[in-house]
């Protein structure tokens, strides 16, 4: 079993702000409310949780390609996290991947079912099975 944490600290009421950080040290940003919901400077939990989907799941799909023989120059992922604010409560409720390959030895054809088993596959995105739509708007094998 491998452990990672992320830790957050909030200074002051909902109106005040705080930071996130990771283990490694790597990551520590400001984050506060006006950065969430008003496109203020700082970050969100929804956009890290992007970054993150966007990581493990290029990290995955890349190591899906690897394995079938095809050869990997690059894959670009963007994981758009969508947050409904309209009820009582804030939600995720969607979440659309687009990714982009510069891959050899493979179609097009595979490089979209590859694309869609990583959605399907990928860490993260078995975690975050409970938004209720997630989709793959595009997989891209760039010539």
């Known amino acids: 079993m491998i452990n990672q ?3 957050a600290v ?17 990551v520590k940003a400001p984050y506060s409310v ?12 929804e ?10 799941y290029t990290m995955f799909l890349t190591g899906q390609l690897t394995k079938a023989g095809a050869q990997v120059k690059q894959i670009r992922t963007e994981s758009k ?4 604010t309209s009820g009582e409560v804030p939600k995720v409720v969607k979440i659309t991947l687009t990714t982009e390959g510069e891959v050899e030895g493979i179609t097009q054809e ?5 694309a869609e088993n ?9 975690l975050l099975k409970a938004v209720p739509e997630m989709e793959l708007a595009s997989a891209t094998l760039k010539s």
Do not use: M, Y
């Open 47 to 56: 956009e890290l949780i992007g970054a993150a989907h966007a990581g493990c």
């Open 110 to 114: 595979e490089f979209q079912k590859q």
């Open 81 to 84: 996290v969508t947050l409904d």
């Open 10 to 26: 909030w200074n002051g009421d909902i109106k005040g702000s705080g930071e996130i950080s990771t283990q490694s040290g790597t």
């Open 118 to 126: 990583a959605k399907e596959h990928c860490p993260i995105s078995q």
């Open 5 to 7: 944490r992320g830790n």
């Open 34 to 45: 006006g950065a969430r919901f008003q496109g203020e400077k700082g970050t969100n939990p």
